[in-house]
């Protein structure tokens, strides 16, 4: 079985409110994938936080897509191209995207493949708290997006509807 070239990766805590964003527009995108005749060229993970041992998963793609919570991003997201930069701290397991592509050239000893990051908006990060209101329509919206992005970077026709 081959690797699918593209790979959807978010992380988040489903118990930290806006923080669900990353691990529930994966879950959404994985159910849109799977419908699609092109289901085999996508994987889609969802983790706590990105790790070193995501560099594993990263080989053998054409483009990764992050998705994470931001309270950082403006309404209703942001996208952005992201290259390797050293970031890992000792203290700290966690990753940033550039920090996990540095973590991969110095592991494989090769270019990562294209990355893009996808910073949906979120403010309300409060343990049990649900998702904000304004939250669910930024993940809606970015959630649009990744079906248009989708078939452009696979290099499939995208469907008009007008």
Request: aromatic share 6%.
């Amino acid at each position: 079985m081959s690797t699918p070239p593209v790979l959807i990766l978010g992380w988040g805590n489903d118990s930290r409110g806006d923080d669900a964003i990353g691990p529930l527009l994966v879950r959404r995108i994985a159910a849109h994938v799977q419908a699609q005749a092109w289901h085999d060229q996508v994987e889609c993970l969802e983790d706590y936080q990105l790790q070193i041992e995501h560099c594993m998963d990263l080989q053998h793609r054409k483009h990764v897509l992050f998705i994470d919570a931001s309270t950082a991003a403006h309404a209703p997201f942001v996208t952005s191209d992201v290259t390797a930069a050293e970031d890992f701290t000792p203290s700290s397991h966690a990753l940033s995207p550039a920090g996990l592509l540095a973590v991969y050239q110095r592991v494989h000893d090769a270019s990562p493949p294209a990355c893009t990051v996808l910073a949906v908006q979120g403010k309300s990060y409060e343990l049990g708290a649900a998702m904000s209101l304004q939250a669910q329509d930024n993940l809606n919206l970015a959630e649009q997006w990744v079906h248009q992005w989708l078939p452009a970077v696979l290099g499939l026709a995208v469907e008009s509807h007008t």
